[in-house]
């Protein structure tokens, strides 16, 4: 097996320290194993991994099994997954150090600690995984469409747009206020929306639609808590726009996991979305704007590592 570690830097703004101990632990563990093939490798730019991957390919072994580890955030998970599933060879390992890891919290919120361990996850298995397609992008998670994703489109911008020290006395503050002009846009929280999963119409105005091949989003579980991205389907929730206070509260409590009243909760292979205006699209770790999107589940699309004796969760749903 060819083991790539892949680095995201601006995962390790002002912790050099933290990236060098992790180096040491990679060192350490390859320095114990005979003839071992393994490389280190620094992401430069978006979908960099997917030149990286291609250029070590052609330096592996014929036959080999790829593992390509993401080191970092949810942005470099998101490229080595888009980079491995053009590959059945290749398999992907998220080790987390982001702000959140939607994926490996679906072993248990504590299994961050374990899929930082180097040798666990070296150790670890590949399990068969889906992924939600759109075109030629591919999303482990999740895709939101509609004013959730307006809102961590704004907030997203606001922090580029600040110095990080600025940004973190004032996230709270500006987060809500970003929030609360956003449910006021009727355009965004109203939205009309022509829909059909697997062929059957559910167009409506709508505030939130959320399409999950997992249960958590931005590290917190959503109401799409038995989302399984191992069971060949998309879990889907539409919720129906309301006015402005009734579709904070409605969001609040959808991403905090509680299911509201006003939705519709559905599974299905296939979801096309459309709208005459432009929708506000979160894929994962991007962010689009079109005023069309054709998602729909590849079936064990890629292979994700997980440490030893983990295992995706069974669904609950009947």
């Known amino acids: 097996?060819?083991?790539?570690?892949?680095?995201?830097?601006?995962?390790f703004f002002?912790?050099?320290?933290?990236?060098?101990?992790?180096?040491?632990?990679?060192?350490?563990?390859?320095?114990?194993?005979?003839?071992?093939?393994?490389?280190?490798?620094?992401?430069?730019?978006?979908?960099?991994?997917?030149?990286?991957?291609?250029?070590?390919?052609?330096?592996?072994?014929?036959?080999?099994?790829?593992?390509?580890?993401?080191?970092?955030?949810?942005?470099?998970?998101?490229?080595?997954?888009?980079?491995?599933?053009?590959?059945?060879?290749?398999?992907?390992?998220?080790?987390?150090?982001?702000?959140?890891?939607?994926f490996t919290y679906i072993f248990g919120e504590s299994a961050t600690e374990s899929f930082r361990d180097i040798p666990s996850v070296i150790q670890g298995e590949g399990l068969p995984t889906d992924l939600i397609r759109w075109?030629?992008?591919?999303?482990?998670?999740?895709?939101?469409?509609?004013?959730?994703?307006?809102?961590?489109?704004?907030?997203r911008n606001l922090k580029t747009s600040l110095n990080k020290g600025i940004f973190l006395l004032f996230s709270k503050f500006s987060s809500f206020i970003s929030n609360?002009?956003?449910?006021?846009?009727?355009?965004?929280?109203?939205?009309?929306?022509?829909?059909?999963?697997?062929?059957?119409?559910?167009?409506?105005?709508?505030?939130?639609?959320h399409v999950a091949n997992g249960p958590y989003h931005e590290g917190k579980v959503t109401a799409l808590r038995d989302a399984t991205p191992d069971d060949g389907l998309l879990d889907i929730a539409l919720i129906r726009s309301g006015g402005p206070l009734r579709t904070m509260?409605?969001?609040?409590?959808?991403?905090?996991?509680?299911?509201?009243?006003?939705?519709?909760?559905?599974?299905?292979?296939?979801?096309?979305?459309?709208?005459?205006?432009?929708?506000?699209?979160?894929?994962d770790n991007e962010y689009f704007q079109d005023t069309s999107v054709d998602l729909s589940i590849v079936p064990k699309a890629v292979q994700m590592v997980a440490t030893a004796g983990s295992s995706y969760p069974l669904s609950t749903l009947s």
Request: charged share 25%.
């Open 1 to 11: 097996m060819k083991h790539i570690f892949l680095f995201d830097p601006k995962s």
């Open 14 to 102: 002002d912790q050099q320290w933290k990236m060098d101990s992790i180096l040491d632990h990679i060192g350490q563990f390859f320095r114990t194993q005979e003839n071992p093939d393994w490389s280190i490798q620094m992401s430069r730019y978006r979908r960099d991994a997917i030149v990286i991957l291609q250029d070590e390919m052609g330096k592996a072994r014929s036959g080999d099994t790829i593992r390509l580890y993401a080191i970092g955030g949810e942005g470099i998970l998101y490229d080595c997954v888009n980079a491995a599933a053009h590959y059945p060879n290749v398999q992907v390992a998220a080790i987390p150090y982001g702000e959140f890891s939607n």
């Open 135 to 155: 075109g030629v992008n591919y999303a482990l998670n999740s895709c939101y469409i509609g004013l959730n994703s307006a809102m961590a489109a704004r907030v």
């Open 180 to 209: 609360f002009l956003t449910a006021f846009d009727k355009e965004i929280a109203d939205q009309e929306y022509k829909i059909t999963v697997d062929d059957a119409d559910y167009s409506g105005h709508y505030c939130i639609v």
């Open 249 to 283: 509260w409605s969001i609040r409590r959808y991403t905090r996991g509680k299911r509201s009243k006003h939705g519709i909760y559905l599974q299905g292979k296939k979801i096309s979305i459309s709208s005459e205006k432009e929708m506000w699209i979160h894929l």
